[in-house]
Protein backbone atom coordinates (compact mmCIF):
# COMPACT_ATOMS: atom_id res chain seq x y z
CA UNK A 1 0.00 0.00 0.00
CA UNK A 2 1.45 3.21 -0.94
CA UNK A 3 1.45 6.11 1.48
CA UNK A 4 0.52 9.76 0.81
CA UNK A 5 2.78 12.39 1.51
CA UNK A 6 2.42 13.27 5.04
CA UNK A 7 2.61 17.19 3.15
CA UNK A 8 -1.04 16.50 1.86
CA UNK A 9 -4.04 17.91 3.17
CA UNK A 10 -5.52 14.00 2.73
CA UNK A 11 -2.80 12.82 4.30
CA UNK A 12 -4.83 12.28 7.41
CA UNK A 13 -7.42 10.41 5.29
CA UNK A 14 -8.41 6.37 5.32
CA UNK A 15 -5.71 4.68 3.10
CA UNK A 16 -7.60 1.73 1.57
CA UNK A 17 -6.23 -0.46 -1.10
CA UNK A 18 -8.01 0.76 -4.32
CA UNK A 19 -8.85 -2.63 -5.64
CA UNK A 20 -11.71 -3.51 -3.20
CA UNK A 21 -14.83 -2.04 -3.81
CA UNK A 22 -16.15 -1.73 -0.44
CA UNK A 23 -13.49 -0.47 0.46
CA UNK A 24 -13.44 2.46 -2.40
CA UNK A 25 -16.78 3.13 -1.23
CA UNK A 26 -15.90 3.67 2.33
CA UNK A 27 -13.25 6.09 0.95
CA UNK A 28 -15.43 7.84 -1.03
CA UNK A 29 -18.01 8.35 2.55
CA UNK A 30 -15.13 9.53 4.70
CA UNK A 31 -13.79 11.93 2.00
CA UNK A 32 -17.40 13.01 1.76
CA UNK A 33 -18.03 13.42 5.36
CA UNK A 34 -14.05 14.93 6.08
CA UNK A 35 -14.98 17.76 3.74
CA UNK A 36 -18.13 18.68 5.39
CA UNK A 37 -16.84 18.68 8.64
CA UNK A 38 -13.89 20.61 8.02
CA UNK A 39 -16.37 23.49 7.71
CA UNK A 40 -18.12 22.75 10.59
CA UNK A 41 -15.85 21.37 13.36
CA UNK A 42 -16.24 18.70 14.95
CA UNK A 43 -15.58 18.28 19.20
CA UNK A 44 -13.07 16.37 19.86
CA UNK A 45 -11.88 15.55 16.33
CA UNK A 46 -8.66 17.33 17.10
CA UNK A 47 -8.22 16.56 21.17
CA UNK A 48 -5.71 13.57 20.51
CA UNK A 49 -2.10 14.47 21.68
CA UNK A 50 0.74 13.73 19.92
CA UNK A 51 1.77 11.50 22.73
CA UNK A 52 -1.51 9.24 22.78
CA UNK A 53 -1.21 9.01 18.67
CA UNK A 54 2.26 7.87 19.08
CA UNK A 55 0.88 5.11 20.72
CA UNK A 56 -2.13 3.94 18.59
CA UNK A 57 -2.36 1.35 16.30
CA UNK A 58 -2.21 1.21 12.58
CA UNK A 59 -6.13 1.30 12.37
CA UNK A 60 -6.15 4.67 14.21
CA UNK A 61 -3.60 6.18 11.66
CA UNK A 62 -5.68 4.72 8.52
CA UNK A 63 -8.95 7.03 10.01
CA UNK A 64 -10.30 10.36 9.10
CA UNK A 65 -9.69 13.13 11.53
CA UNK A 66 -13.60 13.28 12.33
CA UNK A 67 -13.44 9.69 13.57
CA UNK A 68 -10.49 8.89 15.30
CA UNK A 69 -10.94 5.68 17.50
CA UNK A 70 -8.03 6.29 20.06
CA UNK A 71 -7.54 3.35 22.62
CA UNK A 72 -11.10 1.69 21.21
CA UNK A 73 -11.72 -0.64 18.16
CA UNK A 74 -13.23 1.24 15.35
CA UNK A 75 -16.23 -0.54 15.83
CA UNK A 76 -16.47 0.15 19.18
CA UNK A 77 -15.95 3.85 18.79
CA UNK A 78 -18.62 4.13 15.90
CA UNK A 79 -21.20 2.12 18.04
CA UNK A 80 -20.64 4.95 20.54
CA UNK A 81 -20.64 7.74 18.22
CA UNK A 82 -23.78 6.43 16.56
CA UNK A 83 -25.84 5.85 20.12
CA UNK A 84 -24.22 9.55 21.46
CA UNK A 85 -25.94 11.45 17.93
CA UNK A 86 -29.09 9.33 18.62
CA UNK A 87 -29.31 11.05 22.22
CA UNK A 88 -28.41 14.31 21.13
CA UNK A 89 -31.27 14.23 19.20
CA UNK A 90 -33.51 12.63 21.87
CA UNK A 91 -32.40 15.37 24.43
CA UNK A 92 -33.41 18.06 21.69
CA UNK A 93 -37.09 16.89 21.22
CA UNK A 94 -37.21 16.56 25.56
CA UNK A 95 -36.18 19.52 25.69
CA UNK A 96 -38.99 20.87 23.71
CA UNK A 97 -41.25 18.97 25.70
CA UNK A 98 -39.82 20.25 28.87
CA UNK A 99 -40.22 23.56 27.86
CA UNK A 100 -43.53 23.36 27.22
CA UNK A 101 -45.43 20.43 29.79
CA UNK A 102 -42.53 19.23 31.77
CA UNK A 103 -40.86 21.69 34.76
CA UNK A 104 -38.21 23.86 33.70
CA UNK A 105 -35.68 24.51 36.18
CA UNK A 106 -31.88 24.24 36.86
CA UNK A 107 -31.72 20.71 36.32
CA UNK A 108 -33.41 21.01 33.07
CA UNK A 109 -33.29 24.43 31.93
CA UNK A 110 -34.86 26.61 29.04
CA UNK A 111 -38.52 27.68 28.99
CA UNK A 112 -41.41 28.63 31.22
CA UNK A 113 -43.75 25.87 31.03
CA UNK A 114 -47.09 26.28 29.10
CA UNK A 115 -50.22 25.84 31.78
CA UNK A 116 -52.91 24.67 28.99
CA UNK A 117 -50.43 22.57 27.29
CA UNK A 118 -49.42 20.93 30.63
CA UNK A 119 -52.82 20.33 31.97
CA UNK A 120 -53.93 18.53 28.93
CA UNK A 121 -51.04 16.20 29.55
CA UNK A 122 -51.96 15.78 33.39
CA UNK A 123 -55.36 14.46 32.22
CA UNK A 124 -53.43 11.14 31.41
CA UNK A 125 -51.61 11.41 34.48
CA UNK A 126 -51.35 14.18 37.11
CA UNK A 127 -47.52 13.24 37.13
CA UNK A 128 -46.63 13.59 33.43
CA UNK A 129 -44.36 16.94 33.94
CA UNK A 130 -42.40 14.79 36.36
CA UNK A 131 -42.01 12.49 33.91
CA UNK A 132 -41.57 14.31 31.22
CA UNK A 133 -38.27 16.64 33.30
CA UNK A 134 -36.49 13.27 34.67
CA UNK A 135 -36.85 11.84 31.17
CA UNK A 136 -35.24 14.73 29.60
CA UNK A 137 -32.83 14.77 32.28
CA UNK A 138 -31.57 11.13 31.86
CA UNK A 139 -31.48 12.30 28.17
CA UNK A 140 -29.08 14.79 29.03
CA UNK A 141 -26.98 12.68 30.83
CA UNK A 142 -26.78 9.45 28.43
CA UNK A 143 -25.51 12.34 25.52
CA UNK A 144 -23.12 14.17 28.21
CA UNK A 145 -21.42 10.66 28.99
CA UNK A 146 -21.26 9.07 25.87
CA UNK A 147 -18.98 11.83 24.67
CA UNK A 148 -17.21 12.54 27.33
CA UNK A 149 -16.33 8.52 27.52
CA UNK A 150 -15.04 8.87 23.84
CA UNK A 151 -13.11 11.68 24.72
CA UNK A 152 -11.53 9.83 27.21
CA UNK A 153 -10.27 7.61 25.09
CA UNK A 154 -9.02 9.38 22.35
CA UNK A 155 -12.00 8.96 20.17
CA UNK A 156 -13.86 11.50 18.16
CA UNK A 157 -16.72 12.74 19.50
CA UNK A 158 -20.68 14.34 18.11
CA UNK A 159 -21.21 17.44 17.85
CA UNK A 160 -24.84 18.48 15.79
CA UNK A 161 -25.05 21.66 16.81
CA UNK A 162 -24.52 22.79 13.28
CA UNK A 163 -27.69 21.06 12.44
CA UNK A 164 -29.31 23.06 15.17
CA UNK A 165 -31.50 25.50 12.11
CA UNK A 166 -34.88 23.99 12.89
CA UNK A 167 -37.20 26.39 14.20
CA UNK A 168 -39.95 25.36 17.01
CA UNK A 169 -42.76 26.56 18.87
CA UNK A 170 -43.12 29.94 19.42
CA UNK A 171 -46.37 29.49 22.24
CA UNK A 172 -45.94 30.65 25.66
CA UNK A 173 -43.12 28.88 27.59
CA UNK A 174 -41.28 27.99 24.60
CA UNK A 175 -37.42 29.43 24.77
CA UNK A 176 -37.87 30.12 21.02
CA UNK A 177 -34.20 28.59 20.27
CA UNK A 178 -33.54 26.81 17.15
CA UNK A 179 -34.17 22.83 16.94
CA UNK A 180 -32.34 19.85 15.32
CA UNK A 181 -35.70 17.87 15.54
CA UNK A 182 -39.27 18.73 14.20
CA UNK A 183 -42.40 17.86 16.56
CA UNK A 184 -45.04 19.53 14.29
CA UNK A 185 -45.52 17.26 11.73
CA UNK A 186 -45.15 13.79 13.22
CA UNK A 187 -46.44 10.16 11.75
CA UNK A 188 -46.28 7.69 13.92
CA UNK A 189 -45.53 4.29 13.63
CA UNK A 190 -47.91 3.27 17.15
CA UNK A 191 -47.37 -1.18 15.80
CA UNK A 192 -45.10 -1.17 18.94
CA UNK A 193 -48.41 -0.57 20.65
CA UNK A 194 -49.55 -4.77 19.39
CA UNK A 195 -46.22 -6.20 19.14
CA UNK A 196 -45.39 -6.25 23.10
CA UNK A 197 -48.82 -7.42 23.29
CA UNK A 198 -48.85 -10.24 21.10
CA UNK A 199 -47.91 -13.58 22.33
CA UNK A 200 -47.12 -15.50 19.04
CA UNK A 201 -45.29 -12.58 16.74
CA UNK A 202 -41.98 -11.27 16.98
CA UNK A 203 -40.79 -8.78 14.16
CA UNK A 204 -36.98 -10.42 14.39
CA UNK A 205 -38.98 -13.66 12.59
CA UNK A 206 -40.88 -11.61 10.34
CA UNK A 207 -44.04 -10.45 11.79
CA UNK A 208 -45.93 -7.63 11.13
CA UNK A 209 -48.58 -5.83 13.57
CA UNK A 210 -51.51 -3.88 13.46
CA UNK A 211 -51.37 0.12 14.36
CA UNK A 212 -52.95 0.95 17.58
CA UNK A 213 -53.43 4.47 16.86
CA UNK A 214 -54.25 4.05 12.55
CA UNK A 215 -54.89 7.90 12.17
CA UNK A 216 -51.37 8.63 13.47
CA UNK A 217 -50.02 6.68 11.26
CA UNK A 218 -51.41 8.88 8.40
CA UNK A 219 -50.55 12.26 8.12
CA UNK A 220 -48.71 14.76 9.51
CA UNK A 221 -49.50 15.51 13.39
CA UNK A 222 -48.09 18.31 15.85
CA UNK A 223 -47.24 16.68 19.12
CA UNK A 224 -46.64 20.16 20.78
CA UNK A 225 -49.01 23.44 20.84
CA UNK A 226 -46.92 25.38 17.83
CA UNK A 227 -48.27 28.89 18.57
CA UNK A 228 -50.97 30.34 21.64
CA UNK A 229 -53.84 29.68 18.80
CA UNK A 230 -53.19 26.18 19.04
CA UNK A 231 -54.68 26.55 22.91
CA UNK A 232 -58.16 28.06 21.79
CA UNK A 233 -59.98 24.58 20.73
CA UNK A 234 -59.44 22.50 23.98
CA UNK A 235 -60.25 18.90 21.78
CA UNK A 236 -57.68 19.63 19.67
CA UNK A 237 -55.28 20.55 22.39
CA UNK A 238 -56.29 17.55 24.29
CA UNK A 239 -55.65 16.01 20.45
CA UNK A 240 -52.05 17.34 20.60
CA UNK A 241 -51.07 16.44 24.38
CA UNK A 242 -52.66 12.87 23.06
CA UNK A 243 -49.96 12.59 19.82
CA UNK A 244 -47.10 13.23 22.90
CA UNK A 245 -48.58 10.61 24.85
CA UNK A 246 -48.13 8.16 22.17
CA UNK A 247 -44.58 9.63 20.99
CA UNK A 248 -42.98 9.25 24.18
CA UNK A 249 -43.09 5.46 23.79
CA UNK A 250 -42.58 5.35 19.88
CA UNK A 251 -39.57 7.03 20.63
CA UNK A 252 -38.23 5.23 23.71
CA UNK A 253 -39.07 1.50 22.13
CA UNK A 254 -36.62 2.52 19.48
CA UNK A 255 -34.02 2.79 22.28
CA UNK A 256 -34.96 -0.09 23.95
CA UNK A 257 -33.91 -2.08 20.89
CA UNK A 258 -30.97 -0.23 19.96
CA UNK A 259 -28.82 -0.84 22.67
CA UNK A 260 -28.91 -4.38 23.17
CA UNK A 261 -28.81 -4.69 19.14
CA UNK A 262 -25.61 -2.62 19.18
CA UNK A 263 -24.19 -4.69 22.17
CA UNK A 264 -24.00 -7.73 20.23
CA UNK A 265 -21.54 -6.01 18.21
CA UNK A 266 -19.77 -4.64 20.46
CA UNK A 267 -15.60 -5.29 21.43
CA UNK A 268 -14.20 -4.13 24.55
CA UNK A 269 -15.83 -4.98 27.54
CA UNK A 270 -16.37 -1.91 28.75
CA UNK A 271 -18.51 -0.37 25.90
CA UNK A 272 -20.73 -3.48 26.20
CA UNK A 273 -21.35 -2.47 29.85
CA UNK A 274 -22.06 1.11 28.52
CA UNK A 275 -24.18 -0.50 25.80
CA UNK A 276 -26.09 -2.76 28.08
CA UNK A 277 -26.08 -0.06 31.37
CA UNK A 278 -27.90 2.54 29.22
CA UNK A 279 -30.34 0.01 27.64
CA UNK A 280 -32.35 -0.72 30.35
CA UNK A 281 -32.84 2.93 30.97
CA UNK A 282 -34.41 3.26 27.55
CA UNK A 283 -37.11 0.15 29.13
CA UNK A 284 -37.71 1.71 31.58
CA UNK A 285 -39.01 5.11 30.00
CA UNK A 286 -40.90 2.48 27.57
CA UNK A 287 -42.70 1.37 29.84
CA UNK A 288 -43.59 3.96 31.70
CA UNK A 289 -45.02 5.99 28.92
CA UNK A 290 -46.59 2.91 27.24
CA UNK A 291 -49.03 3.26 30.43
CA UNK A 292 -49.59 6.80 30.17
CA UNK A 293 -50.31 6.47 26.52
CA UNK A 294 -53.30 4.01 27.23
CA UNK A 295 -54.92 6.82 29.54
CA UNK A 296 -55.40 9.09 26.58
CA UNK A 297 -58.84 9.73 26.69
CA UNK A 298 -60.91 8.68 23.29
CA UNK A 299 -61.41 11.76 21.18
CA UNK A 300 -61.64 13.00 17.14
CA UNK A 301 -59.47 15.94 16.42
CA UNK A 302 -59.23 18.18 12.98
CA UNK A 303 -55.81 20.04 12.79
CA UNK A 304 -57.50 23.61 12.02
CA UNK A 305 -54.22 24.83 10.15
CA UNK A 306 -53.83 21.47 8.03
CA UNK A 307 -56.69 19.74 8.27
CA UNK A 308 -55.30 16.41 9.01
CA UNK A 309 -58.01 14.40 11.17
CA UNK A 310 -56.91 12.16 13.95
CA UNK A 311 -59.06 9.36 16.09
CA UNK A 312 -57.82 8.48 19.67
CA UNK A 313 -59.89 5.26 19.98
CA UNK A 314 -60.40 3.16 23.09
CA UNK A 315 -58.56 0.33 22.80
CA UNK A 316 -60.16 -1.59 25.58
CA UNK A 317 -63.76 -1.49 23.27
CA UNK A 318 -64.48 -3.04 20.21
CA UNK A 319 -63.80 -2.82 17.56
CA UNK A 320 -60.56 -2.90 19.50
CA UNK A 321 -60.06 -4.98 22.39
CA UNK A 322 -58.87 -8.00 23.46
CA UNK A 323 -55.14 -8.94 24.32
CA UNK A 324 -53.56 -7.62 21.78
CA UNK A 325 -54.89 -3.85 22.52
CA UNK A 326 -55.62 -4.35 26.10
CA UNK A 327 -54.44 -0.83 28.01
CA UNK A 328 -52.84 -2.69 31.34
CA UNK A 329 -50.88 -4.92 29.70
CA UNK A 330 -47.66 -2.75 29.87
CA UNK A 331 -45.16 -5.74 30.49
CA UNK A 332 -44.08 -7.77 27.59
CA UNK A 333 -46.60 -10.59 26.79
CA UNK A 334 -44.11 -13.49 26.24
CA UNK A 335 -43.39 -14.91 22.23
CA UNK A 336 -41.24 -16.55 20.00
CA UNK A 337 -37.97 -15.38 19.95
CA UNK A 338 -34.73 -17.03 17.76
CA UNK A 339 -37.21 -20.15 16.69
CA UNK A 340 -40.94 -21.16 16.95
CA UNK A 341 -39.77 -24.31 17.88
CA UNK A 342 -38.71 -23.28 21.25
CA UNK A 343 -40.51 -21.41 24.12
CA UNK A 344 -41.82 -18.57 24.02
CA UNK A 345 -40.13 -15.91 26.28
CA UNK A 346 -40.88 -12.25 27.82
CA UNK A 347 -38.07 -10.39 25.83
CA UNK A 348 -37.06 -6.99 23.77
CA UNK A 349 -37.85 -6.75 20.45
CA UNK A 350 -36.38 -6.50 17.88
CA UNK A 351 -32.92 -7.16 18.80
CA UNK A 352 -31.51 -8.77 15.56
CA UNK A 353 -28.74 -6.45 15.22
CA UNK A 354 -28.25 -6.58 11.46
CA UNK A 355 -28.74 -2.96 9.79
CA UNK A 356 -29.91 -1.72 13.31
CA UNK A 357 -28.43 1.83 13.61
CA UNK A 358 -29.66 2.11 9.64
CA UNK A 359 -33.03 1.42 10.72
CA UNK A 360 -33.22 3.46 13.57
CA UNK A 361 -32.43 6.60 10.90
CA UNK A 362 -34.84 5.19 8.82
CA UNK A 363 -37.47 5.04 11.27
CA UNK A 364 -36.42 8.63 12.91
CA UNK A 365 -36.66 10.08 9.35
CA UNK A 366 -40.04 8.51 8.31
CA UNK A 367 -41.57 9.62 11.44
CA UNK A 368 -41.36 13.67 10.49
CA UNK A 369 -38.83 14.33 12.69
CA UNK A 370 -36.36 15.73 10.43
CA UNK A 371 -38.74 17.50 8.46
CA UNK A 372 -36.61 20.61 7.11
CA UNK A 373 -33.49 18.91 7.88
CA UNK A 374 -30.53 19.84 5.33
CA UNK A 375 -29.28 17.30 2.96
CA UNK A 376 -25.54 17.24 4.93
CA UNK A 377 -27.37 16.01 8.13
CA UNK A 378 -28.90 13.35 6.34
CA UNK A 379 -25.60 12.29 5.04
CA UNK A 380 -24.06 12.87 8.05
CA UNK A 381 -26.51 10.48 9.80
CA UNK A 382 -26.19 7.62 7.29
CA UNK A 383 -22.54 8.39 7.59
CA UNK A 384 -22.79 7.39 11.31
CA UNK A 385 -25.00 4.87 10.89
CA UNK A 386 -23.16 2.90 8.10
CA UNK A 387 -20.39 3.18 10.77
CA UNK A 388 -22.04 1.56 13.64
CA UNK A 389 -23.95 -1.34 11.41
CA UNK A 390 -20.56 -2.38 9.61
CA UNK A 391 -19.09 -2.92 13.61
CA UNK A 392 -18.04 -6.43 14.24
CA UNK A 393 -17.43 -8.28 17.28
CA UNK A 394 -13.49 -9.42 18.24
CA UNK A 395 -11.99 -10.74 21.00
CA UNK A 396 -10.33 -8.23 23.11
Not at 316 to 327: A, I, K, L, V
Not at 351 to 366: E, H, W
Request: include cysteine; aromatic fraction near 8%.
Amino acid sequence: MKKEDPSSSTSSQLILESGDPKNQRRRFKRLRRRSFLQGIGVAGAASVGAGLLAQTSSAFAQEGPEEHSGRLTRGDAALLRFAAAAEILETDFWVQYNELGGIPDSEVPGGSGNAPYTAALAVLDEDMAQYIHDNTDDEFTHQNFLNAYLASKGASTVNLEPFRTLPGSTATGSSGKLRLTNLTQLTLDTSWWTRYRSSTKNPDLGDTFPQAVPTLAVGQHTAIPRTDNDLNDPNFLQAIANTAAFHFPTIEQGGNSLYPSMAQRATHVEVLRILISIGPTETMHFQTWSDKAGNAPPLTAVDPVTGASVTFPDLNSPPFGGEDFQTNLIMPEPCPFLSRKLPVVSIIRPTQTRGIAMGVVSFLTAMGLFIGQSPEFFAFMRDLAEDADEARRGIR
